[in-house]
């Protein structure tokens, strides 16, 4: 089994949320936990860092930005009839302002979640040459960035 990586990035600015907090791209350590979709912290298996030029800038109506490459993946739902439909995964560059950016869930004393869900508000490619960061995590392959799930794009396969 090999690793294989989707070319995704956060521009070091973008905050991830750890056991002690939020923290910046660049102050992640493996030894730090983060928090994924099912609301456990989970172990940091890797981090990468390079620089890289073509990023995109996603804005949500609650005034969440993100500076990611275009092939990061978001949890997103959508709104069909008032109700919002089964998170799931979508790359930055298809996004549109009919989809809704997950945030970590709150969960109540009977179990019922609640999640919070942002609309899009602009998709936009920018151009800043910075150091970009990517995680690979433990578990589900999610983790929280500026309040919303995203996932870390890895996946094993065979190399035979």
Do not use: R, W
């Amino acid at each position: 089994m090999e690793k294989v990586l989707n070319d995704s990035y956060f521009m070091s600015d973008n905050k991830v949320l750890t056991e002690d907090g939020y923290v910046k791209f660049e102050d992640l350590n493996q030894d730090m936990k983060v928090l994924n979709s099912d609301n456990e912290f989970c172990s940091i298996l890797e981090i990468q860092k390079v620089k890289l030029k073509e990023m995109y800038e996603l804005t949500t109506m609650d005034n969440k930005t993100f500076e990611a490459t275009k092939n990061q993946f978001f949890m997103v739902s959508q709104k069909k009839k008032g109700i919002f439909t089964i998170p799931q995964k979508k790359m930055l560059c298809k996004l549109n302002k009919n989809d809704y950016l997950v945030s970590h869930y709150e969960q109540d004393g009977s179990g019922h979640i609640y999640y919070q869900y942002s609309p899009v508000k602009s998709v936009k490619n920018i151009e800043k040459e910075k150091p970009s960061y990517n995680l690979i995590v433990e578990g589900n392959h999610t983790y929280v960035v500026n309040d919303k799930i995203v996932c870390d794009n890895s996946m094993m396969i065979n190399s035979k």
